[in-house]
């Protein structure tokens, strides 16, 4: 492999990272605060490219507008999910069964619905951003950097706004525990709600991220959800960071096997070394305390 072959792959390797490092570390907020697994996710990414697919092309707002629009929308949905559909059931003893029954069933749904409305078929939405950024013989196209840039910058907002605000102290002590927090005033059903709209505004920044280079479809989040799972467990349950730093290595491992192996196997390969992290480490690479 030439050194700008390698470049190259290590590039790719990060802006795939960003978006699963997005995706893992919105299922791994929620569940360090609620100690509930979305199964469900996956569809607020693929709601999220049908509505920057209505705004930005069918209705052709400008792009900032468009993306503004589907992550208020998203977000709004994510909040509306906990409050109708998993709080209800975390007021049982026995809700844990409950909420992923719930999830799963919630995403059936979801994918159902989006058939019945807008179709079987694959939509494409045009890239933001145009041209190739060329350093010396490194070439990589504006779309692609612009993936790495704006995922690093939300992921760096919410990690401010998680370690150096007071919502996010809020947070992070409902995540160490919710009736010591009920107990001090902290109202922890509304931190869940907070928590599921930031989550799903992370999936929504992926998903217009990802929208110019995969086709919009009823099951595009299926496949992001379990790479989610998967950045989820290598960063540790309920690690914030930790999601982060695993969806970052995650997306070196595949776009470096592809380098070596044909891109078929990038799964497996992915996969089997997530078997060998959790035989070798059970708690995770990187894990930390909650959220």
């Not at 607020?44 to 929308?73: E, H, K, N, Q």
């Not at 599921?196 to 991220?209: K, Q, V, W, Y």
Request: net charge neutral; aromatic share 10%; proline share 3%.
């Amino acid at each position: 492999m030439s050194g700008t072959h390698l470049i190259e792959t290590l590039i790719n390797g990060l802006i795939s990272g960003s978006i699963y490092a997005l995706i893992g570390s919105g299922l791994a907020l929620i569940y360090g605060t609620t100690r509930v697994l979305n199964f469900a996710h996956g569809e607020l990414l693929m709601l999220a490219g049908y509505f920057i697919l209505l705004f930005a092309v069918t209705l052709g707002w400008p792009v900032i507008l468009a993306a503004i629009a589907t992550i208020v929308l998203i977000m709004v949905f994510g909040a509306l999910l906990q409050r109708v559909t998993i709080a209800p059931l975390m007021k049982r003893e026995d809700w844990a069964f409950s909420v992923i029954a719930a999830t799963i069933g919630l995403s059936i749904f979801l994918q159902s619905g989006a058939q019945l409305i807008w179709g079987e078929q694959y939509q494409g939405v045009p890239y933001f951003f145009h041209g190739v950024a060329v350093i010396g013989e490194v070439r990589m196209p504006w779309q692609r950097i612009a993936i790495l840039v704006v995922a690093l910058a939300v992921m760096g907002i919410c990690g401010l706004i998680l370690y150096r605000t007071k919502l996010g102290r809020i947070v992070r002590a409902t995540a160490q525990d919710a009736e010591a927090a009920l107990a001090v005033g902290i109202p922890a059903g509304h931190v869940h709600t907070i928590v599921f709209a930031i989550s799903a505004g992370l999936a929504g920044t992926g998903a217009i991220l990802l929208s110019p280079l995969i086709t919009v479809n009823p099951w595009m989040g299926v496949s992001y959800l379990l790479k989610g799972f998967a950045v989820v467990i290598l960063g540790g349950l309920g690690s914030f960071g930790g999601a982060v730093a695993a969806g970052f290595l995650l997306g070196l491992i595949e776009s470096v096997s592809v380098a070596f192996v044909p891109s078929e196997w990038s799964n497996v390969i992915a996969f089997a070394f997530l078997i060998a992290v959790i035989t070798a480490r059970p708690e995770g690479l990187f894990a930390g305390r909650g959220a």
